[in-house]
């Protein structure tokens, strides 16, 4: 375990307060929708309401003689394509001759008030010539007209993936049970309360900077720099405090790339603050996917063999989705040891909203139809669901059969703590009809193994100045969405430093004065800053500790820095302030500043694809949840759910619950209702992108939830912790479906679980038909052919195997 | 939103009292509340989320009744008390709410946090010792993404204790999970 002053640990693992704490509750955190700057003018812009068409002219000459409007902007003015993975670089700013769903920005302006803006809106006309739509996966596996992209890679296929890890035929022969599945998982939205919000600000020395509500600062910076074709020099990016992110503030967004261009255009500042409706448009939510699963099993549940297959309905862009994509098919061999796995995932382009990376990218859905699988696997062997888990764990430090190289595993602790808190022994199978409890578990990565564009420096970096006065710095380019990674950096540095977390300033996300951090995606901050910050501080503490040894005339191994003080180990009274020691460094070495970096160790999967899904470490959980159905409206209630999270170590346990609760909170709202929902004739509109018409859990039907903290150190994380930020969501939606089938003896093999849902499949159990409701089919994909890697087992070494007719 | 932006609609000039202090302010008739709070005094610790009445975070105090500020017209709280975020604490003294929400990471993001905040305290004001139930009702027009809530439960227990004047501390459980 690195870190460490000594044994003891006077930060980490304490309940603290988040550093930003006071600001939040007094309301004085400033948003990006809080920025006012003198002479700052409003913008809009002007959305599609079509789902697919042609932008025949444009005429914006109405708008331009309104007065307060400063300037009108089109497509034509933006045309250098942008978006987040360099694979789909399929967005503009501003379409420039096609709109590919409802909302799709056409045009915009900025004028000195919103209200001047909103009118000048109505006096751009836009001819438009409409193209018929593609409007779900199987339309883009049957129609490649109109063909949404010129890219793909088939028709409107945009994504392909083959992949197969050893002869599952050979471990289904081997099997005693082999089952098929077929699952649905609905799409849903982040619904951050704070709508996205940009400023920008151009000056006379050509010098741009942007504040936006972004979860990704560097990236947003990059597609800046190319989209005005300015070097990223004179472009200075600030991320404000996000209000809620979950992965809805990941892409560069069209709004800020507009906002940026306007204040160029005009020369004073301009806002834009999207409406709500607006980012129901923006969504890059969670993609709807369409699974099948093929499982074989012993008769004591061991896995011989999974084929997985996903669709995923992409929407217009490709945001993440390539990523998503793979999301959707490697995680699946890090809870339970699978021996030969192979996976094949489609993503389609739909006219609707993109959708992208949401709270546990890519993985919630194939997580929902694996939990449920192995569910009916259990019952048809007659096993307990948790003991067949508990029998088949990866062990740690291990290589899964796709190459996830697996370090710390507390699924064990996990299982066994919500087995014996629920009470599950006593329960399940045991509840009266219409009561019912299930149970699900999960594995989810501390980070992306790799940066989303190829590059081999430094995923996350800090910067750290000790002052005279025994002020501490700490400069990262990480981004607070709530989730406390300001928090964390400050409690690091305070815990190697000695010193009170909350006398440290935390510089963060401001790409001119911090060192780049990739973003808050794909739960790596605490992990990948936390690293660079304790190298950071190591590195400060090495500085400082020989003058003060000196100094204080004791051994430096036996210096202790805490309390604000460096002292003697063995005499705690013979000390200095850490101010003193400071001093006595700086006036032999100079100014005490010091840099740390964080890079990810390298993946032992070699084949194209491998790219995702490892991490350094995995976090794992397992939950029960209980739910109460009424047997007549299919209404389902869940009273409570158990959940346990292996997190490595808690840097802070409150902070952890935070995490814990609301990762349960909203998987519960995907088990239960939250629907990105469309009109069913080809309008392909979305039906309600309103807060009070997308049903998520108030207060009255959020769940009582008991958090059981697992903590096994990880030897790759920052005094051993591991991520909690999403993988406790995953296990959330499987457990409600078990635990439905539980109460009323059917299964709804599709997120949401809506009393619609649950009524249809009682009425077809009660006359007499498959007591079940899900998909009933999977789309005829055609597949390339497949990449073929050895598993470990067999002797692989993580590459792709050389087909025979090359071997001579 | 006006359909005539060049007909400036004349300015109304309002006098009211926020956070304690009469206030004087002249804005365009179809202001909300909370553009005037936000826009027109500055007062940007009330945050709005949908600005149609359906989430609860621009919840404020209008004469100690929590209202959607988004739903309510500036020219209607002539002569009227409005209480913001910004008044909640006693000059650099948090409020009991606020040291609970602190400590218990109450406020994730701190986006809805405002809201949350006004609305408890009204409830508190009204019944001092709340049950569970009790709080959720008074809570169920605020939404939030981050915490699921159960930290605001237990942040509203705590500061009602301490308003009680009973020397109540965060429960174990609630800082470290089931041991």
């Keep these: 375990m690195a870190g460490g002053n000594g044994d003891a640990l006077r930060v980490v693992g304490r309940p603290q307060r988040k550093v930003d704490a006071v600001d939040k509750v007094t309301g004085q955190t400033r948003f990006a929708d809080d920025m006012h700057l003198p002479q700052m003018l409003y913008g809009k812009l002007l959305r599609s309401p079509h789902p697919h068409a042609r932008i025949v002219h444009i005429d914006a000459s109405g708008a331009e003689k309104l007065p307060g409007v400063k300037a009108v902007l089109v497509g034509s003015e933006l045309p250098i394509p942008f978006g987040i993975l360099p694979v789909s670089q399929d967005e503009h700013a501003l379409a420039p001759d096609r709109v590919r769903f409802v909302g799709d920005p056409v045009a915009a302006v900025a004028a000195t008030s919103e209200d001047v803006a909103t009118a000048a809106l109505d006096r751009i006309a836009v001819q438009y010539e409409q193209l018929d739509t593609i409007a779900s996966i199987d339309e883009a596996v049957q129609r490649a007209e109109p063909l949404i992209h010129d890219y793909g890679d088939n028709g409107n296929l945009h994504k392909l993936i083959n992949l197969e890890f050893g002869d599952v035929e050979e471990g289904f022969a081997e099997a005693d049970v082999v089952r098929e599945d077929l699952f649905f998982y609905g799409g849903n939205t982040h619904l951050p309360m704070e709508q996205h919000a940009a400023v920008a600000s151009y000056s006379a020395d050509h010098k741009l900077t942007l504040w936006s509500s972004t979860q990704t600062p560097h990236y947003v910076h990059r597609a800046l720099a190319k989209v005005l074709a300015m070097p990223a020099s004179r472009i200075r990016v600030i991320a404000c405090p996000n209000g809620g992110g979950f992965g809805g503030k990941s892409d560069p967004f069209n709004h800020e790339i507009v906002v940026a261009r306007l204040a160029m255009k005009t020369g004073r500042p301009v806002k834009i603050t999207l409406t709500r409706e607006e980012v129901f448009y923006c969504h890059r939510g969670r993609h709807p996917t369409l699974m099948w699963a093929k499982t074989g099993v012993t008769k004591d549940g061991h896995i011989t063999a999974m084929h997985f297959r996903t669709a995923l309905d992409g929407g217009g862009y490709g945001s993440y989705g390539v990523a998503s994509t793979y999301y959707t098919g490697a995680l699946q061999t890090v809870t339970y040891q699978i021996d030969r796995y192979k996976f094949q995932g489609a993503r389609a382009f739909t006219n609707k909203p993109p959708c992208g990376p949401k709270r546990g990218h890519g993985t919630p859905q194939p997580r929902f139809g694996v939990e449920v699988q192995v569910d009916k696997l259990a019952e048809q062997l007659n096993l307990d669901p948790a003991e067949m888990r508990l029998r088949h764990l990866v062990p740690p430090d291990s290589l899964t059969a796709n190459y996830m190289r697996v370090g710390s595993i507390g699924l064990k602790a996990c299982i066994n703590k919500v087995v014996d808190g629920s009470g599950w022994k006593n329960t399940f199978r045991k509840l009266p009809e219409g009561r019912g409890v299930g149970l699900a578990c999960s594995g989810y990565l501390s980070g992306a193994g790799l940066p989303i564009y190829w590059n081999n420096m430094p995923h996350s970096g800090v910067q750290l100045k000790c002052d005279r006065g025994g002020g501490v710095t700490v400069f990262c380019g990480s981004t607070d969405i709530g989730q406390g990674s300001d928090s964390i950096l400050a409690y690091i540095v305070a815990e190697v430093l000695g010193v009170d977390p909350f006398e440290i300033r935390v510089v963060t996300a401001d790409t001119d004065l911090t060192p780049v951090d990739l973003g808050s995606y794909s739960s790596r901050v605490t992990l990948m800053s936390g690293n660079a910050a304790l190298q950071a501080a190591e590195r400060a503490r090495d500085m400082i500790a020989p003058e003060a040894a000196a100094k204080l005339d004791v051994p430096r191994e036996r210096l202790v820095f805490a309390e604000s003080r460096v002292f003697d180990a063995e005499n705690p009274e013979h000390a200095m302030s850490f101010a003193e020691a400071v001093q006595a460094a700086e006036a032999v070495v100079g100014t005490i500043g010091t840099v740390g970096s964080y890079t990810p160790p390298e993946s032992a999967g070699r084949y194209r694809g491998a790219g995702v899904g490892p991490s350094p470490a995995y976090s794992y959980s397992a939950a029960v949840a209980e739910v109460a159905v009424d047997l007549e409206s299919g209404i389902v209630s869940v009273p409570k759910i158990w959940v346990a999270h292996d997190v490595g170590r808690c840097i802070n346990p409150t902070a952890v619950m935070g995490q814990v609760e609301g990762s349960i909170y909203m998987g519960l709202g995907e088990a239960l209702m939250e629907d990105m929902a469309y009109r069913e004739d080809r309008r392909v509109v979305h039906k309600i992108p309103s807060m009070l018409e997308y049903k998520s859990p108030t207060t009255l039907e959020m769940c009582e939830v008991e958090t059981f903290l697992i903590t096994d150190p990880d030897p790759n994380g920052p005094f051993g912790a591991k991520e909690v930020g999403q993988g406790p969501l995953l296990p959330v939606a499987p457990a409600v479906a078990n635990a439905v089938y539980d109460a009323v003896g059917v299964r709804i093999d599709e997120v949401p679980i809506t009393p619609e849902k649950v009524h249809q499949a009682l009425k077809r159990k009660a006359k007499g038909h498959e007591a079940r409701y899900g998909p009933m089919s999977f789309p005829d994909i055609p597949w390339p052919d497949p990449t073929r890697v050895p598993t470990p087992a067999e002797g692989g070494d993580g590459t792709t195997a050389v087909p025979p007719e090359r071997q001579h | ?179």
């Design chain 2, 1 to 179: 939103m006006a359909n005539s932006p060049n007909k400036h609609a004349e300015k109304v000039h309002v006098s009211l009292t926020v956070n304690g202090e009469h206030t004087e302010v002249a804005f365009a008739p179809h202001r909300t509340l909370l553009e005037v709070l936000r826009e027109d005094l500055g007062l940007t610790g009330t945050k709005h989320g949908c600005e149609l009445g359906e989430c609860g975070t621009c919840v404020v105090l209008l004469d100690d009744r929590p209202v959607l500020s988004c739903l309510v017209l500036g020219i209607d709280c002539a002569g009227r008390s409005v209480k913001t975020v910004e008044g909640i604490a006693d000059g650099p003294t948090l409020h009991p709410l606020q040291e609970a929400f602190a400590d218990l990471g109450a406020a994730q993001c701190g986006y809805c946090t405002p809201g949350f905040l006004l609305t408890a305290e009204a409830l508190l004001e009204e019944y001092p010792s709340p049950s569970r139930d009790e709080i959720k009702q008074a809570l169920a027009g605020n939404l939030c993404r981050c915490t699921g809530y159960i930290k605001i439960y237990e942040a509203v227990e705590l500061a009602a204790a301490r308003l009680r004047g009973e020397a109540a501390e965060p429960k174990d459980e609630a800082l470290y999970g089931r041991r």
